[in-house]
T-cell receptor, first 113, second 112 residues
Framework: DGGITQSPKYLFRKEGQNVTLSCEQN?????MYWYRQDPGQGLRLIYY???????QKGDIAEGYSVSREKKESFPLTVTSAQKNPTAFYLC????????????FGPGTRLTVT | RKEVEQDPGPFNVPEGATVAFNCTYS??????FFWYRQDCRKEPKLLMS???SGNEDGRFTAQLNRASQYISLLIRDSKLSDSATYLC?????????????FGTGTRLTIIP
């Protein structure tokens, strides 16, 4: 089955620790995205990548880092510099130069205490 | 002003009723429009794209009014399974890329 997987579903970390969230897709999509969702707010774009070895900052990139070494994978690291890391993190993908529709993974709920 | 605005609800509607949501957007250069559905604590899923001519998919009808910069979603004969949050999504070109902007969502509960 084609799709986007994110792991783990729930993640708990102590403040001051970096944590990496996984995102893998087998849809052969070129573009991948990371969003965070907070209660009462729309999804906000953290980073996106349209091609391997290239990525761009979104609207709220501070305190986050990404890599895109393979087309299928786009991991997100939440660093200790991120002031409010507790959130629902969603990875998405789309066909580059196709329609702008994005398809989402099941998300990771990160809680930092 | 937010780029995409939706009435957050909640809308509590009896099963079988017709319900409509509106969404307004501020960027007149917006190019593509979508409705996504998000169930509680799950990921958003594409419900339908919205075309200038309006489009229908079963019980769902989406309309776009570019002059007034709003999008609507109509659900007929609502089912219990329609209970979800509906996200209005707008895209526009951003330095050669298309960027999606999400509304905060309208929460719908269908009551038996």
């Amino acid at each position: 089955d084609g799709g986007i997987t994110q792991s783990p579903k729930y993640l708990f970390r102590k403040e001051g620790q970096n944590v990496t969230l996984s995102c893998e897709q087998n849809l052969n999509h070129d573009a991948m995205y990371w969003y965070r969702q907070d209660p009462g707010q729309g999804l906000r774009l953290i980073y996106y990548s349209q091609i391997v070895n290239d990525f761009q900052k979104g609207d709220i990139a501070e305190g986050y880092s990404v890599s895109r070494e393979k087309k299928e994978s786009f991991p997100l690291t939440v660093t200790s510099a991120q002031k409010n890391p507790t959130a629902f993190y969603l990875c998405a993908s789309s066909i580059y130069n196709g329609g702008p529709e994005q398809y989402f993974g099941p998300g990771t709920r990160l809680t930092v205490t | 002003r937010k780029e995409v605005e939706q009435d957050p609800g909640p809308f509590n509607v009896p099963e079988g009723a017709t319900v409509a949501f509106n969404c307004t957007y501020s960027n007149s250069a917006s190019q593509s429009f979508f409705w996504y559905r998000q169930d509680c604590r799950k990921e958003p899923k594409l419900l339908m794209s919205v075309y200038s001519s309006g489009n229908e998919d079963g019980r769902f009808t989406a309309q776009l009014n570019r002059a007034s910069q709003y999008i609507s979603l109509l659900i007929r004969d609502s089912k219990l399974s329609d209970s979800a949050t509906y996200l209005c999504v707008v895209s526009h070109a951003n330095f050669g890329n298309e960027k999606l902007t999400f509304g905060t969502g309208t929460r719908l509960t269908i009551i038996p």
